[in-house]
Structures are given as C-alpha cells and as structure tokens.
C-alpha cells in the first residue's frame, strides 16, 4: 500500500525538479527559486527559498553526504548551496552560456555533471569549482544525465533520443538510438547486479521518452573488455509521453511520471504494476525516492509536490517455492536471477541477464555452454549450477506431468507404483 501523506504548494509555476537527501527534500521551479523542507515533519527551512537564478531552474541534486545542494537554470549556470545554510558556494557558468537542463553528483562527491541544451555536457571538479572535462553529444540538446553506482560510468540522454556512455574521464565510450521521439529521464538502480568471475560490472538502467515508453537495460563494463550496453525489456503502463523516473533505494521498485498526469510504480521483480497515482491534474515532471526510506516526491506543473508514504514490506518475487508453482519452461529472466539468488549464486546474475537466459534457456544449458557461451571459468561454480539446474528439470518433470513430488521415485523419477512408507 502507498499513501499520500503530504502536499506541498509553495512554488508559484511548475514543478521541475525535486530531490532527497537523508534529512532534506528539495524542490526547484520555473519560478527561478529552490525551496527546502524537513524531511521529520515537511516544514520549509527558515532560509528557504533559494534565491539566485535569473531564469527557470531545471533541475537539483544533492551531494553523497547531503550537505551541499546544486541547482541549474535556464540562466546557463550550476550553482553549488550549503544546504543548511542557504548560502550560495559557488556559480559554474556552462561553456558557451547554454541553458543548463540537467545535472547529478557522482557517488564520488568530487564530481558534478551538468548537461546543456547545446549538446554540452561538463564533469566539473565539485571541490576546486573547476572544468574537469567536458564532451559534446552529436545531435540534441542534453536533457538527461545519470552517473552508475561505482561512479565509473556517466549515462547521457539527448533530445534526438540517444543514450551516451561515457567513462569517468569523459571518454566517449558508446551511443545507442534509445527512444524515437526524443529521452526525457535517465536512472541507474542504486544496487548493481552481481557481476561474474571475470570482475565484470553489471548495471541496470532505465530510460524514458516521448514514445511513451520505459526502456530497461543492463549495462556492463571492465576496463580491459570494455562497455556492452543491452536492451531487456520495455514498460509501456502511460498513454502519453513519459517525463521522468525513479528508482527505489533498494532496486525493487521503478517509478515514473507522465504527461498523462499519472504515476506509475513498478515491482522491478515482475515487471508488473504496483500502483496507479492520479492526485496530480496536470504533467507529471520529476519523481524520486527517499534514500534508504520508503518515501516518494512528485512533482508536476500543478505546481504542487506529493509526498507519498510506503508500507515497511517493500515488493518482492516471493519464495521460490510461489513461482515452482509455474512450470519453469515459462520463468521469465527476473525469475531466473531470483532462483540463482535463492541457490547462492548471485555471483552470476548479471552473466545470466546479459545473455537473456530465461526458464527455457535455463533448462537447456549444460556444461559447454556454461563454460563456452558464459565463460564461467571456475569447475566448481559450473558443477554447482549444473546440480541446480538437473534439481529444476527434475521438479519440471513432476509440475508437467501433474504427478506429486512424492509419488515419483527420488532416483529412477519414475511413477511408483506400490510405494511404501517405512515407519521411523
């Protein structure tokens, strides 16, 4: 259950933008101003509003520790503010003096990314204020940017529609045509996949755009066999253009806001709808969870934020025991890396997705293919998987068959007939 627990309207234009720290919600407008508030009980700070910009703010973001809060603006500059003072730190003028749509810290809170409406896209030095190094998307303004859990890979999301990887250095890395019409948000789940034996990094990232649709993928990277950025699967819950998404602190939920005024939240687990959110009456435009609590922010050009309250059960697949109920043939590649989880072998969740082993996949793969196609090195960890996996065929065989467990043989797995039980 979710529940609307607080509704703030002190902007007076549209919403665009808002953000948590541990402690601290911030809110940005069109009405050039960023507001404050308590998360212990949603009053303003006394110093709130910020005041600085000469036009629209886009957009705001806290550092890793919360206590510095940056803000852009049409007005073609980052501005770095004490969050408990107010103060402002410093004023980073965008190369060219373009409208600054976008920026984020790094986990490594010695970085800011600021993307503009010319294709800029700046890492700034967030301690020295510095221009560390900056690059250029093709086509489009930047209107989207998300940096990976580690830090080591910064994610760009154009106008045109093209995802941009770049490294920590700003090195191009990879571009891929995301969305048709245009991406309006880009987000990493906090938590990475496990990666495998090789030090691969797994991520999953979501993408969102005018075609009205949220695009999953799973991004992998080491510096030695470079980037793989891998399309998974698409969200099509709005019926109009998708403006912004979230992930929740623990990856188990996405959330995402519309032009069809709704809010949508999605169990990442199944893919499937949680729950509808239709109190805004205008554009949804900027989402986001709470760090390490279960609290959501809307905002929308109603001008308003909602403050929206979780139960403590955050959604989960179930026990595996729930989903052996299906028959494994039809596990879909979320169902496979909650198996792998529940075995111990989490290790190999992001090999698995990467190569979109689903339940009919699963049943199928053997020694070779384990260690050829998936490249697990290690006898032991392919042993492992291969005993679980001869496990699942033999429950395959029962589930399929309509036979209980119990009435086939342990070792022959055939139908007995006669059986009797020994008396302890």
Not at 87 to 110: A, F, I, K, N, W
Not at 123 to 140: E, F, H, I, M, P
Not at 190 to 196: R, T, Y
Request: proline letters at 4%.
């Amino acid at each position: 259950m979710v529940k609307l627990i607080h509704t703030l309207a002190d902007h007076s234009d549209d919403v665009s933008c808002c953000a948590f720290s541990s402690s601290l919600l911030a809110t940005c407008s069109l009405d050039k101003t960023i507001r404050l508030y308590s998360l212990s009980d949603f009053i303003e700070l006394p110093h709130s509003p910020l005041k600085f910009h000469t036009y629209a703010v886009h957009c705001c973001c806290f550092s890793p520790s919360g206590h510095i809060l940056a803000s852009c603006s049409t007005d073609g500059t980052t501005v770095l503010w004490s969050a408990h003072s107010g103060q402002p730190l410093m004023v980073m003028e965008q190369p060219g003096g373009s409208p600054v749509r976008v920026c984020c810290y790094s986990p490594d809170p010695t970085y800011l990314a600021s993307g503009a409406a010319d294709g800029s896209v700046v890492l700034w030095n967030a301690q020295s204020y510095k221009l560390y190094r900056c690059g250029t998307v093709k086509d489009g303004s930047l209107v989207a940017c998300a940096f990976s859990p580690e830090g080591n890979l910064l994610v760009t999301g154009s106008s045109s529609g093209d995802l941009t990887v770049w490294d920590d250095r700003m090195r191009f890395l990879h571009t891929e045509k995301a969305h048709d019409l245009g991406i309006t948000c880009c987000a990493f789940s906090p938590q990475p996949l496990s990666g495998g034996e090789q030090g691969l990094q797994f991520y999953r990232l979501a993408s969102c755009g005018q075609d009205y649709e949220i695009k999953l993928w799973v991004v992998s990277f080491t510096r030695v066999l470079g980037l793989e950025l891998k399309y998974k699967s698409t969200l099509r819950g709005h019926c109009a253009p998708v403006l912004t998404c979230a992930f929740s602190h623990d990856g188990q939920m996405l959330v995402s806001g519309s032009v069809d005024k709704s809010v949508i939240v999605y169990d990442m687990g199944t893919h499937s709808v949680l729950h509808t959110l239709t109190q805004h009456t205008r554009y949804v435009t900027t989402c986001a969870f709470a760090p390490n609590t279960l609290l959501l922010a809307t905002g929308s050009m109603d001008k308003t934020v909602n403050i929206w309250q979780f139960d403590l059960e955050t959604p989960c697949q179930g026990s595996m025991n729930d989903q052996l109920k299906q028959l494994i043939e039809d596990w879909s590649e979320e169902d496979v890396s909650t198996w792998l989880r529940d075995q111990g072998l989490e290790d190999l969740i992001g090999i698995f997705q990467m190569n979109n082993i689903d339940g009919k996949e699963l049943l199928h793969l053997t020694k070779e293919s384990l260690a050829g196609d998936l490249k697990i090195e290690s006898l032991g960890l392919r042993s492992k998987v291969l005993r679980s996996i001869e496990e699942l065929r033999t429950r395959e065989d029962s589930l399929s068959s309509g036979i209980p467990d119990e009435f086939i043989c342990p070792i022959t797995r055939e139908l007995m007939k006669d059986p009797v039980i020994a008396s302890g």
